[in-house]
């Protein structure tokens, strides 16, 4: 299967790494290639610039959002909530039309500062927005409400737990579950929630998450809350 990720932070590389060992051909995405490539230094909790990275993923290739997009037959979305919407018109109806769209983002809202808040929110959802902005897609929201280096080894959390996912159409759920199981989630740990709407109780999990990251350490809060920021 051919695998476009949008999206070059530490959850995009994440899962492009999890799929290229499983097997699949891999493209990530991005606004503009050479400039992604341009930036060598380090972020500041640490992590590679995506160059150096990719230099160690040489099985994985850097393309435009669009150029991604039409190659993939598959698109997953980790790009920050807040750019999702224009990421995804970069990579262009016409290359999302008949195919699942996986979206992992979160549409945190950095503005009126930390912790961040939800925008949409209660009665709408992100999930909800990519589903109307690009209609011929078939959107499935998973994976948001937990780390990435769980989403795709859940083992390093010891015992049962639950991903969900949320999508209109039934065929591009069962085909989510079932690159869910090949990531490691047994079957029965994955709660079809329903119809996208259902996508508005997952994202609104996020402020717990994000509350307990605080009241568990700040510094690790703050860690995570940047690796959630440079996600796009």
Not at 65 to 70: E, G, H, R, T
Not at 112 to 131: A, H, K
Not at 135 to 160: F, Y
Not at 182 to 198: M, N, R
Request: contains cysteine; charged residues 20%; hydrophobic residues 45%.
């Amino acid at each position: 299967m051919r695998y476009a990720v949008l999206g070059t932070g530490v959850v995009g590389r994440t899962i492009a790494a999890k799929l290229a060992s499983l097997g699949h051909q891999v493209a990530i995405g991005t606004r503009v290639p050479k400039a992604t490539l341009a930036r060598t230094e380090p972020d500041g909790y640490g992590n590679p610039s995506f160059a150096e990275w990719l230099a160690y993923h040489d099985e994985i290739r850097l393309e435009t959002f669009a150029d991604a997009a039409a190659w993939g037959e598959t698109v997953v979305n980790t790009t920050s909530g807040v750019g999702s919407l224009q990421a995804l018109e970069s990579a262009g109806a016409a290359n999302l039309a008949g195919k699942v769209l996986i979206d992992i983002a979160n549409p945190l809202d950095f503005s009126q500062g930390m912790p961040p808040s939800l925008n949409p929110v209660n009665t709408d959802s992100l999930g909800e927005q990519l589903q109307r902005a690009f209609p011929e897609a078939k959107v499935v929201k998973t994976l948001n409400t937990m780390n990435c280096q769980i989403m795709v080894d859940p083992a390093r959390v010891a015992g049962e737990h639950t991903v969900f996912v949320s999508g209109d159409d039934a065929g591009a759920k069962q085909a989510v579950t079932d690159l869910l199981v090949s990531f490691g989630w047994p079957e029965s740990s994955v709660l079809d929630l329903g119809d996208i709407s259902t996508a508005r109780g997952t994202e609104m999990l996020l402020p717990i998450w994000l509350r307990l990251w605080g009241a568990l350490g700040h510094a690790e809060f703050n860690f995570h809350i940047q690796r959630a920021r440079i996600s796009a």
